[in-house]
């Protein structure tokens, strides 16, 4: 049964930096492209960036692109996503979620897709 497990979450400055990571057991990394998601108090979960089964595509959101860089290495079954010049508003908790597709693209347009998800890690940007 796959599982994914997010860490690396945390209390950061603005314009600091964390790496969270998304683990994957019971499954072949792969055969999945990941997103990162992020859910904000009282808003809605938004995507913040998804990479396809190879790494060879990637979509960041407009509000993370530029800073935030997401990556893989399937042979350790893990996903980062390395978040620089963090901002207050990039406040959340946040999940990586698995979609299991034959095809090497990620969705980013909508999350019904994506079957299983982590727990979630929790990402506080505050002076």
């Known amino acids: 049964q796959l599982q994914l497990v997010e860490s690396g979450g945390g209390l950061v400055q603005p314009g600091g930096s964390l790496r969270l990571s998304c683990v994957a057991s019971g499954f072949t990394l792969d055969a999945l492209a990941i997103g990162w998601f992020r859910q904000a108090p009282g808003k809605e979960r938004e995507v913040a960036s998804c990479?396809?089964?190879?790494?060879?595509?990637?979509y960041y959101a407009d509000s993370v692109k530029g800073r935030f860089t997401i990556s893989r290495d399937n042979a350790k079954n893990t996903v980062y996503l390395h978040m620089n010049m963090l901002k207050p508003e990039d406040t959340a908790t946040y999940y990586c979620?698995?979609?299991?597709?034959?095809?090497?693209?990620?969705?980013?347009?909508?999350?019904?897709?994506?079957?299983?998800w982590g727990q979630g890690t929790q990402v506080t940007v505050s002076s």
């Open positions: 990479i396809s089964r190879s790494g060879g595509r990637s």
């Open positions: 979620a698995a979609e299991k597709t034959p095809y090497d693209l990620c969705s980013y347009y909508s999350s019904s897709s994506y079957d299983n």
